[in-house]
Nanobody, 115 residues
Framework: QVQLVESGGGLVQAGGSLSLSCAAS????????MGWYRQAPGNQRELVAG???????NYAESVKGRFTISRDSAKNTVYLYMNSLKPEDTAVYYCEAARSGRSYWGQGTQVTVSS
């Protein structure tokens, strides 16, 4: 059974930085795609950043230039480095890993940016 365990997050002041990591366990097979989503209260879950098995990345317009996604395929781990954080980045951040048409999700980690 694949499990995604997120770590990182927390409370930071506007302009600060945070890092998130997400490690997949229960399977040694690699994932086609890994990514980060976020959901703020009252909002739908939205894609923040994704990375393919080949290293191709995509970002939400709102985080381009501030956030960086990377992955360690050997460890089945994905990272999100967040800089110049804004109060509107406050949300629960979820890790997602996709393989063979199936998606797996982490439990979510809270990121709060104070103004």
């Amino acid at each position: 059974q694949v499990q995604l365990v997120e770590s990182g997050g927390g409370l930071v002041q506007a302009g600060g930085s945070l890092s998130l990591s997400c490690a997949a366990s229960g399977s040694t097979a690699s994932f086609d795609r890994m990514g980060w989503y976020r959901q703020a209260p009252g909002n739908q879950r939205e894609l923040v950043a994704g990375i393919s098995s080949g290293g191709r990345t995509n970002y939400a317009e709102s985080v381009k230039g501030r956030f960086t996604i990377s992955r360690d395929s050997a460890k089945n781990t994905v990272y999100l480095y967040m800089n110049s954080l804004k109060p509107e980045d406050t949300a629960v951040y979820y890790c997602e890993a996709a393989r063979s048409g199936r998606s797996y999700w982490g439990q979510g980690t809270q990121v709060t940016v104070s103004s």
